[in-house]
């Protein structure tokens, strides 16, 4: 058995491709299995991918007609024959010593999930930051039922390797909705739900690219499928009453930040019909008795409230809210200091400087 099937799902990114691929073969870990999925690429992707599988016998292609981002991962996951699964975006790229070490920690705690921290990347100037985020639980072993709080971490499937039977066994699959985006969200939270063991380690090992304009992140109009994506978590999670009472109200936090965050990357057009579909959603949510003082403690009341009874008046509020963070990121571009534990970066007129302490 291979050890890792890396999952690469790739269409229009001759820009990146290359790079990434370059990350991947390079691995300092050998015994991986690379799948890549083009899903109807027209620009010169295919012939990208075909030039590397001459140089690399692991690199597998499935080309297929445009279906979509989750049709593309199912495909991969079907095909790998790997004792785990990693996944790496076709605009991204990785440290050489990733899956070595990811596997090294699986190995030595029998995991599920070992899920690390990653850069944020920008092309333009070659910058990266830390996401800083992930909580190692000081290097301990964990599951959902000792934190559940692990479902509000941002879904990023692609730092991280899975036991490939966790998908097989539990028949977890990505939604097939072709032109949407946040399809990880569901399947993240299954993984995690389900997984018996999970290790999170700080250290950081992919790119996160910022700056491709073709990003999925970067359509505005793709925001509207992150409520399918909740609407497939409610249907798992009435299915699994038991996962339910431990983890809804972290469920419920991690919807609400979500639809903030997706009514940010929404086209003007669509915001209000966005903002009555969600009222409605919380509203059924309230009636049910689903929020509780802890789900209060992290999100408003007031809020909340204003959502379900005024839908129309929480959209000005909000919008008045983005035009302030707004103006606040233009001062911080103009000019800002951060300063951590290893590095200081200074803003100039949108300019990055990293000082590495």
Known sequence: MTKISVIVPVCNVEKYLGECLESIIKQTFKDIEIICINDGSTDSSLEILKEFAQKD??????????????????????TATGEYIGIVESDDFIEPDMFENLYKLAQNNDCDIVKSDWYNYWTKGDIKEKNGRVNDYNAKVTNLFAHPEIVTLQPTLWSAIYKRELFINNNIKFLQTPGASYQDTSVSFKLYALAKKVLFTKKAYVYYRQDNANSSINNPTKALFVCKEYEEIDKFLEN??????????????????????????????????????????????????????????????????????????????????????????????????????????????????????
Do not use: C, H
């Open 240 to 357: 699994n009453l038991n996962i339910k009472e431990q983890v809804n109200t972290q469920k419920l936090i991690a919807q609400y930040k979500a639809y903030r965050w997706a009514w940010k990357r929404l086209a003007p057009e669509y915001r209000k019909a966005f903002i009555d579909k969600i009222s409605k959603e919380f509203a059924a949510y309230q009636e049910k008795g689903e929020f509780n003082s802890e789900f209060f403690k992290k999100v408003k009341e007031k809020n909340i409230l204003l959502l379900i009874n005024n839908p129309d008046k929480f959209l000005t509020k909000i919008e008045k809210e983005a035009k302030q963070e707004k103006w606040k990121k233009i001062r911080r571009n103009l000019f800002s200091v951060k300063i951590n534990s290893s590095r200081i970066t200074i803003t100039i007129l949108g300019k990055k400087i990293v000082n590495k302490g």
């Open 57 to 78: 016998s692991r690199i597998k292609i499935i080309d297929k007609p445009n279906s979509g981002y989750g049709d593309s991962m199912n495909k991969g996951i079907e």
